[in-house]
């Protein structure tokens, strides 16, 4: 799976830019301060649950 990374600046100003991206199946890291902090990851589809760690 892809990557990208995005500052919570771009995150908040490409919100629909930045899903359409996870939506592609791109795997988004959320970063602080050039420090990364979360990811936003694509969902395995309905009814699939949670994912596992």
Known sequence: MSHREIGVGGL???????????????LVVLA????PVADIVPHRGRGAGPQET
Do not use: S
Request: charged share 25%; glycine share 6%.
């Open 12 to 26: 908040r100003n490409r919100t629909a830019q930045v899903i359409d991206v996870v939506r592609d199946g791109v």
């Open 32 to 35: 602080v301060h050039a420090v």
